[in-house]
C-alpha cells in the first residue's frame, strides 16, 4: 500500500504562482496530479516516471505547469505559474506501481486526500 501526503496548496492571485509536493511511502512506477474544480469531474493534470525524464502534460497546463522529482525523497512537485482563476480546485497526488505508459488517460491506483488551491481573479 502506498501512502501519499501532498502539500502546498493555498490562495494566490491571478498571474502568481505555487508548488504542490507529494511525497510517497515508497517508490511507484509513476506520479502524478489530478484536480477537480467545484461540480465537475477529476480531470488529468500531468504525471512522470519516476525513472528517467518522461512527462505528460494536459493542454489546459502546457507552459505553465511543471512536474518534477526527488527521487531520494521520493517525493514529486508540481510549479504552477501564471496561475488563472479557472485553475481553482482541489489538486490530488496519484501514484501507480504498475509499468504503464505515460498518456493523458493515465489511470493510477492510489490517491493522496488532496489538497486546496484557489485563484482568485
Known amino acids: 500500500q502506498v501512502q501519499l501526503v501532498e502539500s502546498g496548496g493555498g490562495l494566490v492571485q491571478a498571474g502568481g504562482s505555487l508548488r504542490l509536493s507529494c511525497a510517497a511511502s515508497q517508490r511507484t512506477s509513476a506520479m502524478g496530479w489530478f484536480r477537480q474544480a467545484p461540480g465537475k469531474e477529476r480531470e488529468f493534470v500531468a504525471t512522470i516516471r519516476w525513472s528517467g525524464v518522461s512527462t505528460v502534460y494536459a493542454d489546459s497546463v502546457k507552459g505553465r505547469f511543471t512536474i518534477s522529482k526527488d527521487n531520494a525523497k521520493n517525493t514529486v512537485y508540481l510549479q504552477m505559474n501564471s496561475l488563472k482563476p479557472e485553475d481553482t480546485a482541489v489538486y490530488y497526488c496519484?501514484?501507480?506501481?504498475?509499468?504503464?505508459?505515460?498518456?493523458?488517460?493515465?489511470?493510477?491506483?492510489?490517491w493522496g486526500q488532496g489538497t486546496q488551491v484557489t485563484v482568485s481573479s
Open positions: 496519484a501514484a501507480d506501481e504498475r509499468f504503464r505508459p505515460l498518456r493523458t488517460d493515465w489511470a493510477p491506483n492510489y
